[in-house]
């Protein structure tokens, strides 16, 4: 029978020198190969904070070159020198924004006062800006500035990463023309009224205070008094007063004295109205007298023209929207108001009229006439009876005609403009001839 013995080869263990050894050896191992990993992780960081900062600088560039461009005024730019810059400038909807470096380190970008987190962080950003015929000197006149540079380092969020800087430049339409002669600018607008204010009319108090008459809430007639600072041309207003509860479109102002201005209007059933507004030169407040009634057919966009201290030529479009005038007399004593006998100057139409004095007798009108075509006709006024006629009308636009407004150039020449051929803006200049009229 055969048997089978189980037998337990033996081993030979490691002895403590050579475990000693082995673990030298990967020491060596591990202290020559993990530094390599860190470096191979710090480069992976670095790059990655890199493209971080190209990322963050791009949006950075590209907010300010666009916003900047589209700026119509500098209002305010850090030294060229400062790192730690900023800038201010104005839009076309009169808000003023900023750029610069908030307490986090992000560049910062909104309307001063209300500031939001932009890209970011930064150590450095700044604004060099030059005029318009030197782009050699740096310059803080915000009234020439003309091309801005700007320059910003992003910080690389990686600790052993290299910051990153970034430049853009702007040239700027804002400014260019502010160094020029005829340049125009613009101050802070304000609102007078927040919830409705068409067809305003406007005439001067004083050297500072304006009467404003307009169509308000609910097409009513409103007026206030609007004051100007001149130091700082900002606006400000008094309390507005309602003179028409029922309709008060379009007015048309004219002065009677110190205090007291004829406001005409369309009224209650788009009837012509006048009212006399008696304006408080102490508070500013405004009253008004008894409203007249001139026409109780029509009386649509009228105008005002003063003939003497009491009476006043109104124009307006009356009944079928023909061209009709009227002479309207204040009482000095009592404010009422009275009119003599109207007369339709213009058969076929008279919408939106305007009008200014030629001399005792007579005044140039215009006026959107057949097909809302360009007219203009002048107006005489007997003033031994009131009664009025006209001269020969002339078509100073056969497209269109609507909307004028006039302002004398020298002794028989007017300007005139008007909303023309596509509801575009146009002017013409008007001669008017001044022959003697006949006996």
């Known amino acids: 029978m055969r048997h089978i013995t189980n037998r337990i080869r033996p081993y030979q263990a490691m002895t403590i020198s050579e475990m000693i050894v082995a673990m030298a050896v990967m020491a060596i191992v591990f202290s020559a190969v993990v530094p390599q990993f860190r470096n191979i992780q710090n480069t992976w960081a670095s790059k990655q904070g890199v493209t971080e900062c190209i990322q963050n600088g791009r949006v950075l560039m590209d907010h300010l070159n666009r916003q900047l461009s589209k700026a119509v005024l500098i209002t305010a ?260 108001i009275t009119k003599e006998t109207p007369f339709e100057y213009d058969t076929a139409r008279g919408t939106t009229p305007a009008l200014a004095q030629i001399d005792a007798t007579r005044y140039l009108c215009t006026y959107a006439g057949a097909d809302n075509d360009g007219w203009a006709v002048v107006l005489i006024i007997d003033t031994d009876i009131w009664d009025i006629t006209n001269g020969p009308p002339f078509e100073y636009d056969t497209l269109n005609g609507t909307d004028p407004v006039l302002a004398q150039l020298d002794e028989d020449h007017y300007l005139c403009v008007f909303s023309g051929s596509g509801a575009d803006g146009w002017t013409v200049a008007l001669n008017v001839d001044l022959s003697p009229l006949a006996p």
């Open 77 to 336: 730019v850090s030294d060229s020198a400062e790192t730690d810059g900023y800038i201010e400038f104005r839009t076309n909807d009169a808000t003023t924004y900023r750029y610069d470096i908030a307490v986090n380190d992000y560049v910062e970008f909104g309307p001063v006062g209300s500031l939001t987190d932009l890209a970011g962080p930064v150590t450095r950003l700044q604004f060099t800006c030059y005029g318009l015929d030197d782009m050699d000197t740096p310059i803080t006149d915000t009234a020439s500035i003309r091309f801005i540079t700007v320059e910003a380092t992003l910080a690389n969020s990686a600790s052993m990463g290299q910051d990153k800087t970034i430049s853009t430049s702007a040239y700027l339409r804002t400014n260019g023309n502010t160094t020029q002669p005829n340049a125009i600018t613009s101050e802070t607008p304000f609102e007078f009224d927040t919830i409705q204010a068409n067809r305003p009319a406007i005439l001067a108090l004083d050297a500072t205070h304006y009467l404003c008459a307009y169509t308000g809430n609910g097409d009513d007639g409103w007026a206030v008094v609007l004051t100007v600072d001149t130091g700082t041309w900002g606006i400000t207003q008094e309390t507005p007063f309602e003179y028409d509860t029922a309709q008060g479109i379009a007015p048309a102002l004219a002065q009677i004295d110190n205090n007291h201005y004829l406001c005409a209007y369309t009224g209650n059933g788009d009837d012509g109205w006048a009212v006399v507004l008696t304006v408080d030169t102490g508070t500013w407040g405004i009253t008004k007298e008894t409203p007249f009634e001139y026409d109780t057919a029509q009386g649509t966009t009228p105008a005002l023209a003063q003939i003497d201290a009491t009476r006043y030529l109104c124009t307006y479009a009356g009944a079928d929207n023909d061209g009709w005038a009227v002479v309207l007399t204040v009482d000095t004593g009592t404010w009422g």
